[in-house]
């Protein structure tokens, strides 16, 4: 009798046989680059206009909404501002007065720039995640301090210090919040009649006149870091790894030049710093500070006369504590 003799092939070497075709190398020349992206170009992009940066990441559907959203917002301001008349008399018709008019738009008008802030850090946030590689800040040296001037926190960004620019953000907001409210107040005032949501308006206005000045030098503060940090690369590190560098240096230098020689540069500098605190609390009584208190007496009894109450009583409870504390 024959014998019939199975054959069973080798699974093994048809396994590695396919593994060996997976992991066939490609070319160099078949390789696409990876994908480099600026997130501070995406960011100053949507800044400029909405969408924009989305638009530079190829988020198409993200650009047009965010786009959509700007166009709305501004044509929407625009209407409030030509026709400010007609929609407080249609508003009125409901039963809702200038004041009440005012504080709706008011919201509508945070809303947008929470917004506009929203789109631009979104931009970031994806062409980081998008890209390949580390960002590196920009060769510019006086593009942040522009930057800056028109935006506290834009210029920080271009430099690529995050957090600080999430802090100076804050204040942009705030800025770009509370100066057109002062101006429309000043404009708008005569007409709003007297009742609960004018008082609200007045609150918020005399909040927004008593911050304003702190406002200013934290605007001033951003662009001065930003010119600081932009022309020194060293700055741009984490002040961390800053300090453990200061450290280093110093103890280099101590054992190079000596402690004497070492510590007399920081000594020269605190030393003026002190004499400068110094000569302002010896002039601090030759203020003239009558002067300035006749003329917030002034503004109050202008703003009395437009029948305020908040800021004229904020500023005749100051000038009590004055006389008071001669």
């Known amino acids: 009798m024959s014998q019939k003799v199975w054959v069973i092939d080798d699974v093994n070497e048809q396994q590695v046989s396919v593994t060996r075709v997976k992991q066939k190398k490609i070319p160099a020349f078949q390789q696409k680059p990876p994908i480099r992206r600026n997130p501070s170009l995406a960011f100053s992009l949507s800044i400029i206009l909405w969408g924009c940066g989305q638009f530079y990441n190829k988020q198409l559907k993200s650009g047009i909404l965010f786009l959509v ?19 407080k008399f249609l508003f009125e018709s409901i039963h809702v007065d200038g004041s009440g008019t005012l504080l709706i738009f008011g919201f509508f008008y945070l809303s947008g720039l ?7 850090w979104h931009a970031y946030i994806n062409c ?4 390949a590689g580390s960002f590196n800040a920009t060769k510019i040296k006086l593009l942040p301090a522009v930057c800056s001037l028109f ?27 509370i100066f057109p409210f002062i101006l ?27 911050l304003s000045p702190f406002l200013i030098m934290v605007w001033i503060l951003s662009i001065f870091d930003a ?34 020689n070492t510590v007399l540069p920081l000594i020269k500098r605190t030393t003026l710093v002190l004499l400068l605190l110094v000569f302002c609390l010896i002039n601090y009584h030759s203020v003239p500070k009558k002067f300035y208190m006749l003329q917030l007496q002034k503004l109050g009894n202008q703003m009395s006369e437009q029948g305020m109450t908040v800021m004229p009583g904020i500023i005749e409870k100051l000038s009590d504590s004055f006389s008071s504390g001669k």
């Open 128 to 131: 980081i995640r998008m890209s």
């Open 69 to 87: 959203f700007m166009f709305n917002f501004y044509l929407l301001m625009c209407i409030v501002i030509m026709h400010w008349e007609s929609i």
């Open 114 to 120: 929470s917004v506009w802030q929203v789109n631009a």
């Open 184 to 210: 429309i107040i000043f404009l708008v005032w005569p007409t709003l009649e007297a009742s609960r949501s004018r008082l609200v308006i007045e609150w918020i206005f005399s909040f927004s006149i008593i």
């Open 227 to 260: 010119v600081k940090v932009s022309l020194h690369n060293t700055k741009k590190v984490p002040m961390l790894i800053r300090i453990k560098y200061a450290a280093k240096k110093f103890r280099y230098h101590r054992k190079l030049y000596g402690l004497k």
């Open 151 to 177: 935006m506290p926190g834009w210029g920080q960004v271009l430099n690529g210090q995050i957090k600080k620019s999430l802090f100076f953000q804050v204040f942009a907001f705030m800025n770009l919040a």
